[in-house]
């Protein structure tokens, strides 16, 4: 069940104090405080906390209604405040209200249902505005986790563009190391198609307009170069002494990342 909702009632007058008393008697959605000055209105909204309506009457001794009004929207301004007064022509009170700080004027003596009404109408807007700022909380939370992933994000992708542009470096660097290397390196991949080759490479095995790189092995290398490669299946490091292109080369194979079966290098390294 909801808590009850708070109303001080300010009044110099105790008759009127227990005249809006009665007036709320049979209401358990209100729970009605009083308070006989502006001060002690004041010291009870210090102590009672959420206070959502304050009634005020206009004509009181040492500090007016709304004296009193104003202080309290300099302090609660998400307060209703709601003047008593008797005198409807009070500049005073048709200024406060063009300010903002007074919600309604209410001329007495009042109509209890017409009050009644008027309070409930007031603590409704109330209660619409607090969803709407509360919702609107919500968007700018919404809107700024949004805003922090965007910006995780474009962290991540400089990230990720500056690590793809090391390692096309990298490769790159890597290629040309095997380029100036005075052996001949090819990559091939478990399905025994050629994926890399350094330029000596392309060089003893010119296949094709675009080089041995796409093609299967078996149509690339010679008989002797490919049993060699089979021997892979049955021993760690095959190697043999072939003869190219009317040189004699040491042929060795490896396997790369051998518990995965991720492709082998072959490598032949000119004989003096």
């Given at each position: ?201 392309r060089e003893l095995f010119p296949f094709g307009g675009l080089g ?61």
């Open positions: 069940m909801d808590e009850p909702i708070k109303i001080l009632c300010v009044d110099d007058e105790r008759n009127v104090l227990k005249a809006l008393r009665r007036l709320f008697m049979d209401e358990d959605d209100y729970d009605i405080l009083v308070a006989e000055s502006g001060a002690e209105g004041l010291k009870t909204l210090e102590e009672e906390g959420d206070v959502r309506l304050v009634i005020s009457d206009y004509r009181m001794p040492e500090m007016t209604g709304v004296e009193f009004l104003s202080k309290v929207y300099e302090k609660w301004p998400e307060t209703i405040r709601i003047v008593l007064s008797g005198y409807a022509d009070t500049a005073s009170v048709v200024e406060a209200i063009n300010l903002g700080q007074i919600y309604k004027f209410i001329p007495k003596p009042w109509n209890d249902e017409e009050l009644k009404t008027a309070i409930s109408t007031a603590l409704q807007h109330q209660d619409l505005q607090r969803q709407n700022n509360r919702l609107n909380d919500e968007l700018q939370n919404k809107n700024q986790q949004l805003q922090d992933i965007n910006e995780k994000l474009e962290q991540l992708v400089e990230q990720r563009t500056e690590a793809l542009e090391i390692r096309n470096r990298v490769l790159q660097i890597a290629q040309g190391i095997l380029d100036v290397l005075p052996v001949v390196v090819f990559g091939i991949d478990p399905e025994d198609m050629i994926v890399h080759c350094n330029e000596y490479a041995p790189l796409g093609h299967d092995r078996l149509d690339v290398f010679s008989p002797e170069i490919n049993a060699l490669i089979d021997r892979l299946e049955q021993e760690r490091l095959p190697t043999a002494t072939l003869e190219v292109q009317n040189r004699s080369y040491r042929a060795e194979v490896r396997r790369l990342h051998e518990s995965l079966s991720q492709g082998m290098v072959l490598v032949l390294i000119p004989e003096s």
